[in-house]
């Protein structure tokens, strides 16, 4: 950890892991261009709902060991003014990474209001905590401070946060389902309403037919039958006086 550059890819490789384990791929970007048009590319940004699409929250992994290393060697010593002037120096580069961060990958409405700073070992992240720099940062730079075990539970949170839009929108959707299924409805209402009194109407109809229309034909053929049996009679009556005669 003695190379500047080597911690930096500590950093980065840990915040990676942990937003791996806790957010799925489709919910993060790494090496983002934040703001429209600027060549800065944050590590690390987790998509976030905006009002006209998604906007990026940026998280950059910052490991300032150099002046932590001296701090805890100098509180091994006992050296109480050096740990005091390596405090003030660590108040001072995290200000400085704050500012970087606000500077380079804040640019609402295409981000977030604010941006967070990740300290991969909770000991340096207890030693910002206790000398104020949460609210500092926050206030200076809208930047928040995470340690590894703080950055797991506000991963958890978003987590928690997008599983509630996503189910408001579902439900929106089904709303818009039932929206539809209902005016669907009262077509098919209406189509039934219809049907039905084209059913009452043949009904009516097929009750004349079988009423009137059914009683002049069976007049019709009454007579028909009274006819033939006259016919017949006649006919039988001559077979008759033929055989006499």
């Avoid at 060549?39 to 490991?63: C, H, T, Y």
């Avoid at 150099?66 to 701090?71: G, M």
């Avoid at 209406?190 to 079988?210: F, G, H, I, P």
């Avoid at 007049?219 to 006086?241: A, C, H, N, P, Y």
Wanted: glycine share 8%; hydrophobic share 40%; net charge negative.
């Amino acid at each position: 950890l003695s190379g500047v550059k080597t911690r930096g890819i500590l950093g980065e490789v840990q915040l990676g892991a942990i937003l791996e384990q806790i957010l799925a791929p489709g919910q993060y970007a790494e090496n983002v261009a934040t703001v429209p048009g600027s060549a800065n590319r944050v590590e690390f940004a987790i998509k976030m709902p905006g009002q006209n699409g998604s906007i990026w929250l940026p998280i950059d992994a910052k490991f300032p060991g150099d002046t932590y290393a001296h701090l805890q060697a100098a509180l091994e010593r006992g050296d109480a003014a050096a740990a005091a002037a390596m405090r003030k120096a660590l108040q001072s580069v995290l200000r400085q990474e704050a500012k970087d961060i606000h500077d380079k990958y804040l640019a609402p409405p295409h981000t977030t209001e604010f941006g967070i700073m990740f300290l991969p070992f909770e000991g340096l992240y207890a030693e910002a905590v206790s000398r104020g720099m949460v609210e500092i940062l926050q206030r200076d730079y809208h930047v928040n401070l995470a340690g590894p075990s703080t950055m797991a539970a506000l991963l958890n949170s978003l987590q928690m946060s997008f599983r509630t839009i996503a189910i408001q929108k579902r439900s929106g959707e089904v709303w818009s389902v039932l929206g539809a299924v209902k005016t669907e409805f009262d077509k098919f209402e209406a189509c039934l309403t219809q049907t039905q009194n084209r059913l009452d109407q043949a009904s009516r109809e097929l009750d004349k037919l079988v009423g009137t229309r059914t009683r002049a034909i069976r007049r019709k053929l009454k007579g028909v039958t009274e006819l033939s049996e006259t016919e017949t009679q006649k006919v039988l009556d001559i077979g008759t006086d033929s055989e006499e005669e």
